[in-house]
């Protein structure tokens, strides 16, 4: 197709202005390819394959959708309509952007042939249109275009790599046809001959000292997506921030000793065991300050309501 000749698929009518009214829908067919594909993948949901799902003929089909990159520009943006994207943008821009980012991992992890869709330009479907609004509409108030785009283009690098890891790699113990206990049970001995070779200094602290791989997905996820918000609000004014981020920048939190390896992890990540809540330590576990004593009463966790309030809802969104 030339470039004359091509027409978005938004930009086509999807019923004619005369004659009878269409027999199926550009949705119908797109749902019924999602489904097709979260079966047995997206190569699977062929024109002949849905015609067959929705009782149509396959010519039929090519009416409504003109080519199989009409399709996948079609499932692509019924996939965008799954970011749940209410009340955006609602003041709070780091809780705005946690939210689009956890929902966005989600909706791949809900559909993990997402890897293989490759679009290399935008169509702005209704979908796309609606999340560019609501998303970068987080950070408009604060922030050039061009820094917005930049922003958004970072945090979107992060979450669609994270989750291609999480899924490749989920795949990769899949077909290994071991749980992932076995998989690296298996590794076990190539781990220790090298660490023990002492030729690789710091392949062994990984092994010996890091904590991060040992994280679940989830945390893991959550661990580097803080580490990108950070960023993004030295970018800020002061104005854009909230108290509790007041804080976390002016007043750094005090590095923390690694906890011990025979710990439980729910005292090792610095969490009460039975409550959930932050573990009693020297300094504000939001922070790093000092906590004020008390004359009467439990003692006190944060050095300030801020920090409580910033801990609460760290919690909330776990």
Request: glycine fraction near 6%; include cysteine; aromatic fraction near 6%.
């Amino acid at each position: 197709m030339t470039d004359a000749e091509y027409v978005n698929i938004w930009m086509r009518p999807e019923r004619p202005a005369y004659g009878p009214k269409p027999a199926y829908s550009r949705a119908q067919i797109t749902e019924a390819a999602v489904r097709i594909a979260d079966a047995e993948g997206l190569e699977a949901a062929t024109m002949r394959r849905i015609a067959a799902e929705i009782g149509a003929g396959v010519m039929s089909l090519y009416r409504y959708v003109p080519s199989r990159d009409n399709l996948v520009e079609l499932v692509a943006d019924r996939l965008q309509g799954e970011i749940d994207l209410e009340g955006l943008p609602s003041g709070d821009w780091r809780a705005d952007l946690t939210r689009y980012a956890c929902e966005h991992r989600a909706m791949w992890l809900r559909h993990p042939w997402v890897v293989t869709v490759h679009r290399a330009l935008p169509s702005y479907g209704p979908n796309q249109l609606l999340l560019i609004e609501r998303v970068m509409g987080v950070l408009d108030a604060h922030v050039s275009i061009d820094e917005n785009l930049g922003l958004m283009a970072m945090l979107n690098s992060y979450i669609e790599g994270a989750v291609r890891e999480e899924i490749s790699w989920a795949g990769e113990v899949r077909r290994s046809g071991l749980s992932e206990s076995e998989w690296t049970a298996r590794s076990y001995p190539r781990i220790q001959q090298l660490t023990n070779s002492g030729k690789y200094p710091i392949f062994t602290k990984i092994v010996m000292q890091a904590r991060q791989p040992h994280l679940s997905y989830d945390d893991r996820f959550r661990h580097g997506l803080e580490r990108v918000l950070d960023f993004i609000a030295t970018t800020l004014p002061r104005t854009a921030r909230s108290p509790a981020e007041a804080i976390r920048r002016d007043h750094p939190p005090i590095a923390q000793p690694a906890a011990p390896c025979d710990e439980t992890p729910a005292v090792a990540a610095g969490r009460d065991e039975t409550t959930g809540d932050p573990a009693p330590a020297s300094g504000c576990p939001v922070c790093g300050n000092a906590i004020p004593g008390t004359v009467t009463g439990r003692p006190r966790r944060y050095c300030s309501q801020a920090c409580r309030q910033s801990a609460y809802r760290t919690r909330r969104r776990a």
